[in-house]
């Protein structure tokens, strides 16, 4: 029973689609054209076109092609226009009729006269001009092979045609037709474009704008009126960056289009396949006869919406109608800024005819971020004041003990660390300043602070293979070393950073929060982004930690018959665990947490916090180990264990 009714309805529906369509955007204009026999003087072609929708007659005698009635909405105009003299008797003309924008032009013998311009769109219209058989005697003179929207009436000779229209609200219908089919959303953009009025046109489903960017302008806010009178609700903010003027051009003619309801844009056919779901407000924008892509500026659009649900994510999307027919929403080209849980913004750089609105999609980002946040913090001052007093402490203990090579390495670590750790805490407090150019900056330092702390790690784990290895050779000296590990990073992130476009404002996001996702200045999330973190990052880490074990090894065959390594091989062996920790834990940090579980999560980020502090611990313990031995053994085989120490340090 209740199948039947729905089939019924269905078929009702499709029955009232075919008939609609019949009404599409040509339908609704009126073309009428014929060949006019006149005499061989001059000829004039005379109007008088009146508000309402009744009748409109189109005749022509001897010296006059008339056209006059009432099918106007507002426009009242009626003049005489003399026509150039004809060769021959015979001039071909063509009436053009566009109810909804109040349009009537008539084209003689290819030019065109414009009888009414367009006046905005009409709010009601005569709409389905339809002849009327008015039987009038055949004269010498008149109109042949007349035809209406290219179909011919008939061949013979007339003297008059007249054609009545349907009164009908228009812009309500071009609501209704726009809705009908998906490719035809765009048919309101395109009508507010041509309606040559500026400013503002309310429509029953949606509100236009056209406005004029002019070149060297700052750009321009637009906001649009509220909808509801009761309640209302901010509606979306967009800003127009002067770059949408095309070179060479002095300005550009900019159509918004607003949508409060997103009925024109849900997804035909099947039940809602995926979990997305669009928020109510879309805004369409489009510069007249352009194509616009990869803009210096982009196009800002701030959405205000309702609070999305903590399972929740917003993301800008848009659709361009040029290359997908169907509704289909793309995040290509927009990038989307969370500023509030109930605030995003859009920014796009490229505008075909398409529309951009805030997407639901369901999160998938890191659990637990805000404590997240706050132990790394914690962890990360510890650092700090760690490896200041380890610096100061370095310092003292080499100005005492002259040449120990070692101390300026583990010096420079400190201080590499010491700039990380700093900079890591700042990367948030910059991020949200929302300056551009200083994110980029932060990020780059940021990168190098992280490079420098691995390639002196590096040099640490080498320096203590070298010494262990290779007992009494010197190491290289010390500017050599202090170039590679200071002047490297800083050459990759110089270089990097002024060719590729990799550093700047990234977003992590949580998944426990509603709240702003987290903020840092880094390597952005972009494939070039990507390559370049594993590019250098990862591959460096890698290599560091294959190094280090490789020389564990070599080390370990080498000393294992000395009678100080077997007294003291658990005291090396956790010192040298604790420098391979130091270095595999940050590179964690920078990975995509996506896979990684809630207490990996939290232990790397606790460790990697730390880093200062065990640096410093490392010191402490070595310290305590150098007096114990220097007190126990006040014999000659105390500068070989003291010796042996000193290898330990190292690593
Ligand atoms: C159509 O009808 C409405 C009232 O029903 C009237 O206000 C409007 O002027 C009419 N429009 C035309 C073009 O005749
Ligand atoms: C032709 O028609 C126009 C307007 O309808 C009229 O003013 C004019 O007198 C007519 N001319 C002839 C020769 O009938
Ligand atoms: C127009 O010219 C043709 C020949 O060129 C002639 O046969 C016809 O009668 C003329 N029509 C009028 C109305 O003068
Ligand atoms: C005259 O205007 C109509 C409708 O706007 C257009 O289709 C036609 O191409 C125009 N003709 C010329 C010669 O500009
Ligand atoms: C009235 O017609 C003349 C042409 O004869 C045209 O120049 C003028 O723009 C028209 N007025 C309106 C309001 O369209
Ligand atoms: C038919 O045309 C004549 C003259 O052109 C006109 O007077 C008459 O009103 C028209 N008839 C109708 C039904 O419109
Ligand atoms: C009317 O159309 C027919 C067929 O297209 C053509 O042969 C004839 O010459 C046309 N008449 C005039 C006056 O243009
Ligand atoms: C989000 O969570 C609510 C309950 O907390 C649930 O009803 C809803 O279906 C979830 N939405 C998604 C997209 O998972
Ligand atoms: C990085 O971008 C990809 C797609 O562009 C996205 O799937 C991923 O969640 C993003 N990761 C982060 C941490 O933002």
């Not at 005379?46 to 929708?53: A, E, I, R, S, T």
């Amino acid at each position: 029973m209740k199948q039947e009714k729905s089939r019924e309805i269905l078929r009702l529906a499709v029955l009232l689609a075919l008939l609609r369509h019949g009404v599409s955007e040509t339908d609704r204009d009126f073309r009428m054209c014929g060949t006019w026999e006149h005499g061989w003087g001059s000829r004039n072609l005379w109007f008088d076109v009146k508000k309402g929708c009744e009748t409109v007659s189109v005749a022509a005698n001897a010296s006059t092609l008339s056209i006059s009635g009432s099918i106007m909405g507002s426009c009242e105009n009626s003049s005489s226009i003399p026509l150039d003299s004809a060769q021959g008797n015979t001039t071909h003309f063509c009436v053009f009729f566009d109810p909804l924008l109040d349009l009537l032009q008539v084209e003689v013998r290819g030019q065109n006269h414009t009888l009414c311009r367009p006046a905005g769109l009409q709010e009601s219209c005569c709409t389905g001009l339809s002849r009327i058989d008015n039987k009038s005697a055949s004269e010498k003179y008149g109109i042949w092979n007349g035809s209406i929207r290219g179909d011919l009436m008939n061949m013979d000779r007339h003297k008059i045609y007249m054609f009545r229209g349907e009164n009908n609200s228009c812009k309500a219908d071009l609501c209704s037709e726009a809705g009908e089919k998906p490719e035809q959303v765009d048919s309101i953009e395109k009508a507010v474009m041509r309606s040559g009025k500026m400013g503002k046109t309310d429509l029953p489903c949606a509100q236009g704008s056209v406005m004029e960017l002019k070149k060297g302008s700052h750009g321009l806010d637009v906001t649009f009126p509220p909808t509801k009178r009761e309640h209302p609700k901010p509606t979306p903010l967009v800003h127009l960056p002067p770059s949408l003027v095309s070179s060479g051009k002095r300005s550009a003619k900019v159509v918004l289009t607003y949508f409060s309801e997103p009925t024109l844009f849900q997804k035909r056919g099947g039940e809602e396949r995926r979990k997305e779901r669009v928020l109510k407000e879309v805004v369409g924008i489009s510069v007249e006869n352009e194509v616009i892509s990869g803009l210096p500026e982009p196009v800002r659009i701030t959405f205000h919406h309702d609070t999305v649900s903590k399972n929740e994510t917003t993301q800008c999307v848009s659709w361009d109608t040029r290359k997908d027919p169907e509704v289909e929403w793309r995040k290509e080209g927009c990038e989307t800024i969370r500023k509030f849980p109930s605030e995003t913004e859009c920014r796009c750089d490229h505008l075909t005819y398409f529309a951009i609105l805030v997407q639901l999609k369901p999160r998938v980002k890191v659990p637990h971020l805000v404590a997240l946040t706050y132990i790394s913090a914690v962890c990360c001052a510890v650092s700090v004041f760690s490896c200041i007093i380890l610096i100061f402490a370095l310092t003292r203990a080499q100005r005492r003990s002259g040449q120990d090579q070692s101390s300026p390495i583990h010096r420079s670590l400190a201080v590499a660390l010491l700039l990380l750790t700093l900079l890591f805490l700042l990367t948030g407090v910059l991020a949200s300043l929302e300056n551009h150019s200083l994110c980029i900056a932060m990020g780059a330092l940021l990168h190098y602070a992280l490079l420098c702390s691995f390639t002196w790690m590096a040099i640490e784990v080498f320096n203590a293979f070298w010494l262990i290895y290779r007992v009494l050779k010197p190491l290289p000296k010390h500017y050599a070393l202090n170039l590679m590990g200071f002047g490297l990073p800083a050459g990759l992130v110089i270089l990097f950073g002024s060719t590729c476009d990799v550093y700047g404002l990234r977003e992590i996001e949580s998944s426990d929060e509603t709240t702003i996702p987290h903020k840092m200045c880094w390597i952005k999330n972009t494939t070039s982004g990507s390559l370049f973190h594993y590019g250098t990052n990862i591959s460096f880490l890698a290599c560091l930690v294959c190094a280090g074990v490789a020389m564990l090894c070599l080390v370990l065959r080498k000393v294992q018959n000395r009678t100080e390594w077997k007294q003291n091989r658990v005291a090396f062996l956790s010192l040298w665990g604790l420098s391979c920790l130091f270095g595999s834990t940050w590179g964690l940090a920078f990975l995509d947490f996506g896979a990684l579980s809630v207490a990996v999560l939290f232990l790397c980020s606790i460790l990697n916090s730390l880093q200062g502090f065990f640096l410093m611990l490392r010191f402490c313990i070595l310290e305590m180990m150098r007096r114990k031995s220097a007190v126990a053994d006040g014999s000659s085989s105390a500068s070989t264990r003291q010796h042996m120490l000193q290898e330990q340090e190292k690593s």
